[in-house]
């Protein structure tokens, strides 16, 4: 039973902290994460899949921040090659169409964070209610006797 309470605060806790955490927290999270992959595999990968460039500017000086190229990404080649800003591997450097070209990722993953961090927060919720329940049960009924057992043996 102790363990069980245990086990109840412990993904209680953690249940709370995921319906807790503030975009600014999100973003804390997502570029340590960014500046912790070793090697461009991961941010290619998450570059690719997301369709997007960089994780919060396109050319971002901080350590650890940087990118893998966007030249080979759908949103650059869809442009014209005089079109291309200099992220995609062109020329142009209009402020305009960096934002236009290809969307920085954190903008495509802030929602799915969002989202998934709603979803764990709440299936924990719900289990570690379902434990307190489990824990109640376990204390109102553990000093009950077996009625079929004999009455005059010690256990």
């Known amino acids: 039973m ?7 605060l ?10 807790a955490i503030n975009s600014d927290q ?30 919060v500017k396109h050319d971002d000086p901080m350590p650890g921040m940087d990118r893998p190229p966007c030249d080979q990404l759908p949103c650059c080649m869809d ?15 209009s402020h305009q169409e960096l934002e236009e070209a290809c969307p920085v990722c954190w903008e495509l ?11 764990t927060g709440g299936v924990g919720l719900f289990f570690s209610f379902s434990e307190l ?7 109102n009924y553990r000093h009950l006797k077996d009625p079929q ?3 005059s043996s010690f256990l």
């Open 133 to 139: 329940l489990g824990i109640i049960v376990a204390f």
């Open 149 to 151: 057992a004999d009455p």
């Open 26 to 55: 999100k973003k804390q999270l997502a570029m340590q994460g960014w500046s912790r992959s070793k090697g461009d595999n991961l941010k290619a990968k998450t570059q690719s899949y997301f369709n997007c460039c960089g994780l």
């Open 109 to 119: 993953l802030e929602p799915k964070m969002t989202s998934a961090l709603k979803a």
């Open 79 to 93: 442009l014209l090659e005089a079109e291309r800003p200099h992220y995609c591997g062109g020329k142009n450097m």
């Open 10 to 19: 412990m993904q209680f806790a953690i249940a709370c902290a995921c319906l």
């Open 2 to 8: 102790v363990i069980l309470f245990l086990l109840f």
